[in-house]
C-alpha cells in the first residue's frame, strides 16, 4: 500500500468507527426537576446589586424551593453568589433603605419570622419571635424599623358541654366552628380566628409594637409603606360592615409608626391599594380601580397630595391593568408594570400627565406550569431587574438601563443546549364578528410540514388573565408528545384593553366561544394540521370554556377540562370568591336569578355532549370546588360518555406540587392519545 494512502485510510476508518454525536432529546416530564428560573428580584438603592430568587424544584421532596442569591454588575457582567440556601426557606427579600442589609421572612422555632442580615456577612439574625409569621413588611426611611402584618389570634370557639380531651388521648380532629362569610381561600386554606394586625419593630429586634385593634381584618392587603419621615405608616385596609360583599372595595389608612389613631385618608367607592409616598414626600401614589357592576375592572395607578384632595388617574391613557408600580427617585414620575398584548412591560409614567414611556419592553412570566405573563420588577440607581422573556427555557435574570438591556443570567444554558425545543409562533385572526384575537402556536420538537399533525387547544383561565410567548412545561409536554398545541387570548383577556376584557360581560362563557372555534377553524385550514384529530381543554375560566365547547360542538376528538365551573349556582355559594361571582360574574343571587345562572352553568349542555372528556381537579380546591367536576363527572357517567376523572389529593386551585402537575398534564396527553385516529 502507499504510504501516502496510510494517514487517509485511518481517517476514514476513525470516521466511521467513531460515536455518533447524540441528538438533542426532547423536552420529557423530570426536566422540570432539572429547571430553574429566576424571580423576584431586587435592585439595591446603588443600582449594582441585585438580590433575587432561583427557583426550582426537587425531585427528592417533591417541592419547589427558592435559593436567594446576589448578583453584582460589572459593566456588562454580573458576578453572581449564593447568599440563603434553600434549606432557610427564605422569601420576601428587601433591601434596606441604605442597602447595607437586608430582611426578608424565613421559619425560626417553627413558625415565620422576620430576619435580617448583611450580605456581606452571610448570617441572618431572627428579630421577631410572634407566635404567627408576618406578611408583607417595610424598612423605616432610616432603616431603624420593620413595619409588617401579621395575624393576631383569637381563642377557638368550643362547642359547650365538650369534656377535656385527656393527655396522650387520641380524637378525631376537632369541628370548625364557621360564623364568618370569608372563611376559606385558596392560597391559605381555613381561616384561623383572629385578625390581621399592623406591627413595627426594631430593626435590632425585640419586642414588636401593635399599631391597630379590632375583631376583623385590619389591614387588608400585605402592602404596607412609610411616609419620608417614618412618622407615619401607610395601608390598604376595608373596614366598612358591607366588606365581606364589596369584593371591589379598599381603602387607604394612615396609622402613627409610634402607634395612636387610624386616620382615612381615601373614600372613593372602588379600590384603593398599595399607597407609596413620593420621594418629597408630598405625593400619595396607589393602584385602585372606580367601583363598577361590570365583569372586569381595570386598576391604573393614581396619584394625590398626601395632605389630601382629589385623585388623579395616571394610566388611563395607557388602557392597560397595572400590576405594580415605583416611583422614580427624582419624583417625576411613576415606572409602571403592566400587561400588554400576552407580555408585560414596564413604562416611565410621568406624574405631568406625559405620554408614558417603555423602559423595560418585555418581562417574562414566571408560573412555568402554564404560558401566562407575569413576573415581577425593581428599579435602583437607574437599574431596572427582571425576569427574562424566554420561549425556549424559563426566565433567567435580565439587567437595564437606559432601555436597554446590558447584562443577564441564565441558569438553564446548559440544560438547553442538551434540548430540541420546537418553535413558537404568533397567530393572529379575525373572530366571526370581525373582532381581531391573538395567540400563539407551539410546535414540535421535529416538525415537518410535510407531515399531518394533531392539534391540541388549550384554553387559558381567569378568565381575565392571559396567554403569551413564554415557556410552559405543559405544552412542550403536548408537543414532545406531537401535538401541535394552540393558545390564544379570546375577549375577556386582558392586556388589550378594559373594553375588550369586559366583552364577556353578563355574557360568560359567550362569544369568546367562538373566538376559540375561529382560532380552530385557521390551524385546522393549515395542510399539516389533521383535522380529524383536534382536541381541547384548559384550566378554570379554560375548563369553562371547554366544557362549553363540547356542549355546542361534536368537532373534537376528545376534550380534558381541568377544575371547572359547571355550575354557577354551586360556585357563588361555595368558592372563595363568592362577593365577585354574585356582584359582578353572574349579577344576584341564585334564587332571585336562577334562569341566567342556570343559562351559563355548563351543565345545562350537558345534554348534548358526546365527546370523551377527561375531568381533573385537586380535592382542596377552594376557587372552583371539586363537587362541580364531580357533577359533571357524574352526568356524564348517567349518559354513557366514556370519562375519567383524576383527583389531586390535598392539591388546590394551583394543581399541588410538582409530581401532580405533571399527573394533571400526562393524563390529558395519554386521554387523548386514546381517542386519537392513526
Known amino acids: 500500500m502507499d504510504t501516502e494512502m496510510k494517514p487517509l485510510l485511518a481517517l476514514v476508518v476513525a470516521l466511521i468507527t467513531a460515536p455518533l454525536a447524540a441528538a438533542p432529546a426532547k423536552f420529557e416530564p423530570a426536566d422540570l426537576y432539572r429547571l430553574s428560573m429566576v424571580t423576584d428580584p431586587k435592585v439595591a438603592p446603588d443600582g449594582e446589586r ?64 422576620l430576619w435580617v442580615m448583611t450580605p456581606g456577612d452571610g448570617v441572618g439574625r431572627v428579630v421577631t419571635s410572634g407566635k404567627t409569621g408576618p406578611g408583607g413588611f417595610a424598612w423605616s426611611p432610616d432603616g431603624k424599623r420593620i413595619a409588617f402584618v401579621a395575624r393576631v389570634e383569637a381563642t377557638p370557639r368550643k362547642i359547650a358541654g365538650m369534656p377535656d380531651k385527656p393527655e396522650g388521648a387520641t380524637w378525631a380532629p376537632p369541628a370548625k366552628l364557621i360564623t364568618d362569610f370569608n372563611y376559606r381561600s385558596d392560597s391559605s386554606g381555613y381561616a384561623t380566628a383572629g385578625a390581621d394586625q399592623l406591627f413595627v419593630v426594631s430593626a435590632e429586634g425585640g419586642a414588636a409594637t401593635q399599631l391597630t385593634k379590632g375583631d376583623f381584618d385590619q389591614v387588608g392587603d400585605a402592602a404596607v409603606s412609610w411616609t419620608k419621615d417614618g412618622g407615619a405608616i401607610l395601608f390598604s385596609a376595608m373596614h366598612d360592615a358591607d366588606r365581606d360583599l364589596r369584593a371591589r372595595e379598599s381603602d387607604l389608612f394612615s396609622v402613627p409608626s409610634t402607634g395612636g389613631a387610624v386616620t382615612q385618608l381615601t373614600r372613593t367607592r372602588g379600590s384603593e391599594a398599595n399607597p407609596r409616598v413620593s420621594p418629597d414626600g408630598r ?40 400590576n405594580a408600580y415605583s416611583w422614580s427617585s427624582d419624583g417625576r414620575g411613576l415606572h409602571a408594570f403592566y400587561n400588554d398584548a400576552g407580555v408585560t412591560r414596564v413604562a416611565f409614567v410621568p406624574l405631568n400627565g406625559g405620554n408614558p414611556r417603555v423602559v423595560v419592553a418585555e418581562v417574562g412570566g414566571t408560573r412555568l406550569y402554564l404560558p401566562s405573563s407575569g413576573g415581577s420588577f425593581s428599579e435602583g440607581g437607574g437599574t431596572f431587574a427582571y425576569p427574562t422573556s424566554l420561549a425556549d427555557r424559563p426566565a433567567g435574570l435580565g439587567i437595564s438601563r437606559g432601555g436597554k438591556q446590558v447584562a443577564s443570567l441564565d441558569f438553564n444554558a446548559a440544560w438547553r443546549a442538551g434540548k430540541s425545543i420546537g418553535k413558537l409562533e404568533r397567530i393572529a385572526y379575525k373572530s366571526s364578528d370581525g373582532l381581531p384575537i391573538e395567540g400563539w402556536v407551539q410546535y414540535p420538537p421535529d416538525f415537518d410540514a410535510a407531515k399531518k399533525y394533531p392539534l391540541a387547544l388549550e384554553i387559558h383561565g381567569g378568565p381575565n388573565a392571559d396567554y403569551g410567548p413564554m415557556f410552559s412545561i405543559t405544552h412542550q409536554i403536548y408537543a414532545a408528545a406531537g401535538y401541535v398545541v394552540l393558545f390564544v387570548n379570546p375577549r375577556g383577556s386582558i392586556g388589550y384593553g378594559e373594553k375588550f376584557a369586559n366583552a364577556i360581560d353578563k355574557e360568560y362563557p359567550g362569544k369568546d366561544h367562538e373566538d376559540l372555534m375561529a382560532g380552530v377553524d385557521a390551524m385546522a385550514a393549515r395542510p399539516y394540521i389533521d383535522a380529524r384529530n383536534l382536541f381541547i381543554g384548559g384550566g378554570s375560566g379554560g375548563g369553562v370554556l371547554t366544557t362549553n365547547a363540547i356542549g355546542r360542538t361534536t368537532r373534537f376528538r376528545a376534550a380534558s377540562a381541568l377544575r371547572p365551573v359547571t355550575d354557577w349556582t354551586v360556585q357563588a355559594l361555595t368558592s372563595d370568591i363568592q362577593a365577585t361571582t354574585v356582584k359582578h360574574w353572574v349579577p344576584g343571587t341564585p334564587w332571585d336569578n336562577h334562569a341566567d345562572y342556570w343559562r351559563r352553568s355548563t351543565l345545562s349542555l350537558v345534554g348534548n355532549v358526546v365527546t370523551p372528556t377527561l375531568l381533573i381537579g385537586g380535592e382542596a380546591d377552594f376557587r372552583t370546588p371539586v363537587a362541580q367536576t364531580e357533577a359533571y363527572y357524574g352526568a356524564l357517567k348517567i349518559k354513557g360518555v366514556d370519562t375519567m376523572m383524576v383527583r389531586l389529593p390535598e392539591a388546590g386551585h394551583s394543581m399541588g406540587r410538582p409530581s401532580q402537575w405533571l399527573q394533571s398534564i400526562l393524563t390529558v396527553v395519554e386521554w387523548y392519545e386514546k381517542y386519537r385516529v392513526r
Request: glycine share 8%.
Open 50 to 113: 441585585i438580590l433575587f430568587t432561583r427557583t426550582s424544584f426537587d425531585i427528592q421532596t417533591d417541592s419547589r424551593q427558592g435559593e436567594v442569591w446576589l448578583a453584582t454588575l460589572k459593566g456588562k457582567s454580573l458576578d453572581k453568589r449564593l447568599l440563603i440556601g434553600a434549606g432557610a426557606k427564605a422569601s420576601r427579600v428587601e433591601w434596606s433603605p441604605d442597602g447595607t442589609r437586608i430582611a426578608y421572612v424565613a421559619p425560626w422555632l417553627g413558625k415565620p419570622q
Open 283 to 322: 405625593m400619595l401614589a396607589f393602584t385602585g380601580a372606580l367601583d363598577t357592576p361590570t365583569f372586569y375592572a381595570q386598576d391604573d395607578v393614581w396619584v394625590m397630595p398626601l395632605a389630601g384632595g382629589a385623585a388623579r388617574n395616571l394610566t388611563r391613557t395607557l388602557d392597560r391593568p397595572i
